[in-house]
């Protein structure tokens, strides 16, 4: 089973406007982290956020916020007045703490963000 | 500020060639790792190193050999070169300490066309 899914491949979203992108996650562990990833069309991967499973609130970094959902399992990545240097990859991405080294990638979203 | 430098960004070799790809960080972290990248595939781990001279297979190994000689390097090899190991390769690195939410740092990855 995959252990990070995100199931929109491509979104669009207007210039101010906010977006959600969906990332769900399947672990047995109660101990893990959450990541978000964005990679513009230069290549290289910037990281957003993080959010731990023992996090009383959702995490918030400016403009990028997680909608942590643990009974759903899910890690919703929220960009609210999107600009159009969001336009990119973004992948979700997880690290179990007993387990430790690993971190698991989703396939990722494309976002692209429309004048 | 150079954080993890890969050497080389772009490269084309001809099956059955063999090549080595460098990643050098200066963060003095305690952990590498060494991913490809397909599209619609998200990031897929090869091998990884928690520690000067030890290394670990991840998802993805054959056809791959790795080192980690010294902290600050790791390098990726390919012995013989085939057609299905052209990707983008990421290298990254997180400190050993700090708990889950240590982030991966990444370079920028290195470009790799096999003929």
């Known amino acids: 089973a995959q252990k990070i899914t995100q199931t929109q491949p491509g979104m669009f979203v207007q210039e101010k406007e906010a977006v959600t992108l969906d990332c769900t996650y399947d672990?047995?562990?109660?101990?893990?982290?959450l990541f978000w990833y964005k990679q513009p069309s230069s290549g290289e991967m910037i990281f957003l956020i993080y959010?731990?499973?023992?996090?009383?609130q959702n995490a918030t970094e400016g403009r990028y916020s997680l909608n942590f959902q643990k009974a759903r399992k899910s890690a919703n990545l929220v960009i609210s007045a999107s600009q159009l240097g969001d336009s990119a990859m973004y992948f979700c991405?997880?690290?179990?703490?007993?387990?430790?080294?690993?971190?698991?990638f989703g396939t990722g979203t494309s976002l692209t963000v429309i004048p | 500020n150079a954080g993890v430098t890969q050497t080389p960004k772009f490269r084309v070799l001809k099956t059955g060639q063999s090549m080595t790809l460098l990643c050098a960080q200066d963060m003095n972290h305690e952990y590498m790792y060494w991913y490809r990248q397909d599209p619609g595939m998200g990031l897929r781990l090869i091998h990884y190193s928690v520690g000067e001279g030890t290394t670990a297979k991840g998802e993805v190994p054959d056809g791959y050999n790795v080192s980690r000689l010294k902290k600050q390097n790791f390098l990726l090899g390919l012995e013989s070169a085939a057609p299905s190991q052209t990707s983008v390769y990421f290298c990254?690195?997180?400190?050993?300490?700090?708990?889950?939410?240590?982030?991966?740092?990444f370079g920028d990855g290195t470009r790799l066309s096999i003929l």
């Open positions: 672990t047995s562990d109660p101990s893990y982290g």
């Open positions: 990254a690195s997180r400190r050993g300490t700090g708990g889950l939410k240590q982030p991966q740092h």
């Open positions: 991405a997880m690290r179990e703490g007993q387990a430790g080294n690993q971190f698991y």
């Open positions: 959010q731990g499973s023992y996090d009383q």
